[in-house]
């Protein structure tokens, strides 16, 4: 059997554990990476930019999306709305470019029944308190969100063995030459 690069690649794991850094190093050394850019309810946090790091809509708009059919995957995390937009990725495929989706893992579930060819890579934290640390450091969410998001994360760490490879996110350039690997890039 002929082994080829993967196409589509899934990358989860808890908020914080450095999933949109390993994400943004990866297509920086990597451009040809299609980093598809979800759509969320979620408001904007200070500094970031519509259609760069999300498509911001209203809740109406997404489900209506959704509806549609428009969203490859869709999830609700911690009261908010996430999807990825399904013709952005599909272009990018058919254009030859390897393609990442950064979500929950929720998400992660439904690529594995819908595109079961995908590679799905979960990222842990190297210690508890180092993903607390993460967290608190980012400074992007108060204490009560922070406290969900954690909580959410022990969930989500007890299903890494669903995924092909779990990578521990400790050294951000190590992780990103370890995920190059596994998908295939050169
Ligand atoms: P996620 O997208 O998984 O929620 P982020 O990419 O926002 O996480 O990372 C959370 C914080 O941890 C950010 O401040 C980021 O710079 C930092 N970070 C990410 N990876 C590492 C790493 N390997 N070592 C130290 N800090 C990291
Ligand atoms: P954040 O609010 O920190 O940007 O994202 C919260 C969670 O939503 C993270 O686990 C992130 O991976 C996930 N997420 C981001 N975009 C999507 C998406 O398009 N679909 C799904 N299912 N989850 C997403």
Known sequence: MVWAPARLTVLAGPSGVGKGAVAALLAERHPKVYLSVSATTRPPRPGEVEGENYFFVTRPVFEAAARAGELLEWAEYNGNLYGTPRPAVEDAL????????????????????????ALQVFLMPPTWAELERR????????????????????????????????????????????????????
């Open 94 to 117: 058919g254009a030859g470019r390897p393609a990442l989706l950064e979500i929950d893992l929720a998400g992660a579930r439904q690529v594995r029944q819908t595109m079961p060819g």
């Open 135 to 186: 967290l608190i450091g980012r400074g992007t969410e108060g204490p009560a969100e922070r406290l969900r998001r954690l909580a959410t994360a022990e969930r989500e760490v007890q299903a890494r063995g669903e995924f092909d490879f779990v990578l521990t996110n400790d050294d951000l350039g190590e992780t990103v030459g370890r995920l190059a690997v596994i998908m295939g890039l050169n």
